[in-house]
């Protein structure tokens, strides 16, 4: 097989995940002989409404060199420390899915299974209280981790609130910086080899544009990976109903600028409440076979702090993935690749961690399948385990008040998502495989977040000291208090180190 290396590639579509890629790529390859060029149109809109992450987004930022605090000026971000779930559980009830650890494990051994046998004798004191990210956004503080192992403030995580289209823009210029071409173009065909690679794209003008491979980030179109490539796609309808969302930006009101987002249950979906330094991000994810367009944008725009600042942008979409992203001489990233909820702000998390994928198998000109099925099947893998971290939200609720409740608690689930709730029951075992996006602290957020109790811990617990034990909790309780208290609100600390200059759009 030919290891010619790839002297070309073009992205198709821009956006967040499409500049992503061009900024990855830019850096990745910036010492081989190659072009780079990324075609979209400004007459064809982008979904734009992506504002949240993962903490994996520190990754990502941090191989381009992006400076964090850089970031949170030039995108009008703010911090995240989790996700606030009102009435998820029940009606009235609230938990919080902080990003960063629960105490400290004892003797090799995690803190929740010594928290249970603490629990067993007696020992008062809820999950939440050990998790400073909880502590922090309680307060609506916020501090980067300092380098002090003695500290609480020394290990946990966090992520951004960011406007994605802002995000974009960032990224764009890093790429063109480095030497990737931008053509603003419409594309009007797709042109295969007689292999049944893509060989070259018909534009707008006339102009034909060839290359060696081909990056699709053309949103829900998906113009080469499925339009051309027909590689299908995998449906996870039955388990996640909602496809239809509808976004509506506000004003901040002053003052106030919590550090995490709020989701919320409602009679058919959820709506989420993000904070960003110029705006509040609002919208409301539902299932239109349980609920209406102008129904879902009357409930959302009666739940906002303040009138709305844009018309509702609608969008449709199928939750589900790409059956390949990987396909011939092409990868999918974004929505033409497949699209999970927004419930825990995973979209652009994908998309970098596609990239990571592309850049770990990277090919030559001719594609050897067996690094593209290594791919595949991982990155599939990875999808499915956020998919059933997404489907645990609606499965454990308890409510039952209205016909899209009813339907999500009725609903058989995946094998793969009922076995990690089954063990975790049985004896507090947190479930983890290869190609995870959430680790065990988040599982283990929502079992405890939606009341779902472990029946038995690890054994190894009766083996520790249990007056010990016991004073380590109290020790644990009073730092995360400590440090969060030392801590400044989030709102000043945005306005001293992170503020987005006025004039910025």
Known sequence: MSNEPISSIVIVGGGTAGWSAAACLARFLAKRPISLTLVDSSSIGTVGVGEASVPNIHNFNAYLGLDELDFIESTQGTFKLGIQFDDWREAGSSFFHPFGRYGVGFEGLDFHQCLAKARELGAKGSLAEFSLPIALAHAEKFAQPVMDPKSPLTDYGYAFHFDASLYARRLRRYATERGVQHLDRRIVDVILAENGDIERLTLDDGTSLEADFFIDCSGFRAILIEGALKT?????????????????????????????????????????????????????????????????????????????????????????????????????????GGFIEPLESTSINLV???????????????????????ANRHFAREQQHIRDFIILHYKLSQRRDSEFWRYVNAMPIPDSLQHRIDTFKSCGALLQFDAESFKPESWLTMYNGFGVNQTDYDSRVNDIDVPRM??????????????????????????????APRDIQ
């Not at 909790?473 to 001293?496: C, K, Q, T, Y």
């Open 232 to 336: 299908g796609y995998e449906s996870w309808k039955q388990w996640l109903p909602c496809d239809a969302a509808v976004a509506l930006p506000c004003a901040r009101a002053a003052g106030a600028l919590s550090p995490y987002t709020v989701a919320s249950a409602r009679s058919a979906g959820w709506t989420w409440r993000i904070p960003l330094q110029h705006r509040v991000g609002n919208g409301y994810v539902y299932a239109r076979d349980f609920l209406d367009s102008q129904s879902a944008m009357d409930l959302l725009i009666g739940q906002l702090p303040s009138p709305p600042g844009a018309q509702p942008n609608h969008q449709l979409f199928a939750a589900g993935m790409r059956k390949r992203f990987w396909n011939r001489n092409c990868i999918a990233l974004g929505l033409a």
């Open 470 to 499: 016991l004073g380590a909790l109290d020790v644990i309780r009073n730092s995360v208090l400590r440090a969060a208290g030392s801590a400044l609100p989030h709102a000043d600390f945005v306005a001293r180190f992170c503020p």
């Open 352 to 374: 970098h961690r596609a990239l990571s994928l592309f850049m770990d198998f990277y090919p030559s000109k001719v594609v050897d399948p067996r690094r593209a099925d290594a």
